[in-house]
């Protein structure tokens, strides 16, 4: 069974960055691909960010041009670079398979973004 860990989180001001590093006990790109989920307080899991085994990213119209993933195959990592934070960012960031996670959830990162 793959265990995800996810890291790199923090308190952020807006406009500011952050680097989130998820990795995998196991070989993740035997699945289609990967992604980055985020859960806002009383809002459900969606899906921001995904990544092909092909190198092909999709993300939602709300981090378009803001967020950058990518991934170490050899080293069974996704990275998720955040710049340009808003407040609304605020969440705690999974990492599983995407477009449908189908690995056991690890803890997430929390991401907090305010002045």
């Known amino acids: 069974q793959v265990q995800l860990v996810e890291s790199g989180g923090g308190l952020v001001q807006p406009g500011g960055s952050l680097r989130l590093s998820c990795t995998a006990s196991?070989?993740?790109?035997?699945?289609?691909?990967m992604g980055w989920y985020r859960q806002a307080p009383g809002k459900q899991r969606d899906l921001v960010a995904r990544?092909?085994?092909?190198?092909?990213?999709v993300y939602v119209d709300s981090v378009k041009g803001r967020f950058t993933i990518s991934s170490n195959i050899a080293q069974n990592t996704v990275y998720l670079q955040m710049n340009s934070l808003k407040p609304e960012d605020t969440a705690v960031y999974y990492c599983?398979?995407?477009?449908?996670?189908?690995?056991?959830w690890g803890q997430g990162t929390e991401v907090t973004v305010s002045s």
């Open positions: 599983n398979s995407a477009p449908r996670a189908v690995f056991r």
């Open positions: 990544i092909t085994r092909d190198g092909i990213t």
């Open positions: 196991g070989s993740i790109f035997s699945i289609n691909g």
